[in-house]
DNA sequence: TATACACAGTATCTTTAGTTACATAATTAT
DNA sequence: ATAATTATGTAACTAAAGATACTGTGTATA
């Protein structure tokens, strides 16, 4: 879905207005389209050849990686002001993607095609500072689920999981079962439900089906 | 320690001839200077300003983090022809680094100011080149890591730990204790040994003091 | 309304990992 | 040579997490 160049502008300086000097607005807005995407929507896949990268409005991307044995890691969620950093390097090197992009929630943002990104690297400072900064955050962002799984227990890891997903929902209602926790945390059914009970009993939540509450603080 | 500039050009060629183009080689050479470090001296330190980023021209040097609670978080080793990807944030934000490099092994390197990053970013198409691999490689790294904790049991860990060490220190006979071994994996000496007793009945590991010989495949 | 299905609860057992405590062997310092 | 230190071995116990199996209960649908 194109739409005018306008539209586009006006989308940019609306989320995207301090991370991006004028002058680079103009020019994404010149070469980027409009799209939208349902939930569960792939925006990327594993194996495709990769022509354009999202810069996200707003929704939320769900990016994870799959696994030999047909598991998938959930690596990071993408918000609005977001990009698939990852992606980055398939363009330099016209490879492939090896990560999975998916609408977690229904997705609004502007597709640019991956040949400006090294003319506008060169070109705009705010852009060479959006690039590394965004490298930056996924790299923050792994390491800091290196520690999780290093250093907390599963229970900790559910609750953290749980906020998190508060935060990026926006609401403290999330409509989850018990085997998608277990799915992105890569453990069972029985044991997420054991430990959710346990936090029920501790007063951090309430359980419901295919809800939990999370209670404040 | 400076050394002149025909020897940096004679290095950075011998170590960097694929990777960067020769007016950056020239470039490098004219801005770095020379340094060397003993082992266990420290390179790049939390909490420091960074005016300087090393390229490795040999040995090894370990990135690590330091947690809440005094426990440091073994990330990757730099080797030959590697930087510290995960440094060129704070050049461009003028921050201090979060990360520790300590040299596993006497190292050689050539220090860089961060003042050039972005100009040679502007100028040298292999500059962006070195600096999206870079990070995407130690991504790559840290997905590697998340996949041994979410999948592997310790047992696995402990032996991929042991191969990975063959691998950089290129030798069969490592030099280490069994408390080294916990530390980087964050468990506790008591269950390294008893792991390590497992292997060695597996034979694929032969125990001695402070030296483990691993078996060829 | 009857039936099938998806989701959750829970008991029991096993495996893996962490803890404590102590013994012994090799190395270094006095 | 003797003592102190460092590294390792191992037993016994506890805790955490995974596996299996079965039950109950809403929800959808035939």
Redesign the pocket.
């Given at each position: 879905m194109k739409k005018n160049l306008t539209f586009l502008k006006e989308q940019l300086h609306l989320h995207f207005k301090d991370v991006f000097e004028k002058k680079l607005i103009n020019e994404i807005a010149k070469n980027g389209t409009y799209a939208t995407y349902e939930k569960n929507d792939i925006l990327i896949d594993i194996g495709l050849e990769m022509t354009h990268i999202p810069l996200i409005i707003n929704g939320l991307v769900k990016i994870s990686r799959e696994d030999t044995h047909e598991k998938e890691i959930l690596l990071y969620f993408l918000e609005e002001g977001d990009t698939c950093a990852i992606s980055f390097v398939n363009c330099i090197h016209l490879s492939k993607s090896m990560f999975r992009a998916t609408a977690e929630e229904p997705v609004e943002c502007i597709m640019f095609p991956v040949n400006k990104i090294e003319e506008w690297m060169i070109n705009y400072k705010t852009w060479r500072v959006f690039i590394i900064d965004s490298y930056h955050t996924r790299l923050e962002e792994m390491l800091s689920v290196i520690k999780d799984l290093a250093f907390f227990?599963?229970?900790n890891r559910i609750y953290k999981y749980l906020s998190n997903q508060v935060k990026i929902k926006h609401t403290d209602d999330l409509i989850i079962?018990?085997?998608e926790i277990a799915n992105d945390l890569?453990?069972?059914?029985?044991?997420i439900?054991?430990?959710?009970?346990n936090l029920e009993q501790e007063g951090k939540i309430k359980?419901n089906?295919?809800?939990i509450h999370v209670s404040k603080y």
């Open positions: 227990k599963l229970e079962t018990h085997q890569n453990t069972s059914r029985v044991v439900s054991r430990i959710l009970k359980l089906r295919r809800n």
